[in-house]
T-cell receptor, first 115, second 115 residues
Framework: NAGVMQNPRHLVRRRGQEARLRCSPMKGHSHVYWYRQLPEEGLKFMVYLQKENIIDESGMPKERFSAEFPKEGPSILRIQQVVRGDSAAYFC?????????????FGPGTRLTVT | AQKITQTQPGMFVQEKEAVTLDCTYDTSDPSYGLFWYKQPSSGEMIFLIY??????QNATEGRYSLNFQKARKSANLVISASQLGDSAMYFCAMREYSGNTPLVFGKGTRLSVIA
């Protein structure tokens, strides 16, 4: 049973380019969460999605960032016109639908470097 | 609003000794879960242990135990018989269960195990 998959593991972009980060949840999981970890910091929540729905995007920057979780395929976190401050590790987590407690299983993360 | 505080930026422990990593939290929700994650230098987030707010007994998982003091709002992680492989960042996190809320993380404690 494969865990949460994220790709790419490392991504280098020049300022102004677009970054696309992918997350495939664990089998049977329909809830996906994206978190960002700046250097020497804890993880900060960005967005929570279910299939075809954004449930909570209160942690997403208002501009340049978007996320989707289509009916088929992985969840995508998209960052347009990247800036140096976007350099961070981006983690995806998935959980099952149902009642709490809902343990979140984390992927290995994507390390984005903006040059 | 949820809040997690880890007051120890770094800790040292001798191999084979026990160590306690502190975590205090703040929430007005009576129903919540507390989690500890380990992040080694390779970067992945490894789930260690979970404590529910209504659990009567402290959680234990192998060498990990959670010292849950609800009245003091503390959820300290105890690692017994430390091993060199325990050297890593450790994050305390909380999730409220009134709605599908995301995990809120502390800033982490860097544990170094000395031979």
């Amino acid at each position: 049973n494969a865990g949460v998959m994220q790709n790419p593991r490392h991504l280098v972009r020049r300022r102004g380019q677009e970054a696309r980060l992918r997350c495939s949840p664990m089998k049977g999981h329909s809830h996906v969460y994206w978190y960002r970890q700046l250097p020497e910091e804890g993880l900060k929540f960005m967005v929570y999605l279910q299939k075809e729905n954004i449930i909570d995007e209160s942690g997403m920057p208002k501009e340049r960032f978007s996320a989707e979780f289509p009916k088929e395929g992985p969840s995508i976190l998209r960052i347009q016109q990247v800036v140096r401050g976007d350099s961070a590790a981006y983690f995806c987590a998935s959980s099952q639908p149902g009642l709490a407690p809902l343990e979140q299983y984390f992927g290995p993360g994507t390390r984005l470097t903006v040059t | 609003a949820q809040k997690i505080t880890q007051t120890q930026p770094g800790m040292f422990v001798q191999e084979k000794e026990a160590v306690t990593l502190d975590c205090t939290y703040d929430t007005s929700d009576p129903s919540y879960g507390l989690f500890w994650y380990k992040q080694p230098s390779s970067g992945e987030m490894i789930f260690l242990i979970y404590q529910g707010s209504y659990d009567q007994q402290n959680a234990t998982e192998g060498r990990y135990s959670l010292n849950f003091q609800k009245a003091r709002k503390s959820a300290n992680l105890v690692i017994s018989a430390s091993q060199l492989g325990d050297s890593a960042m450790y994050f305390c996190a909380m999730r409220e269960y009134s709605g599908n809320t995301p995990l809120v993380f502390g800033k982490g404690t860097r544990l170094s195990v000395i031979a």
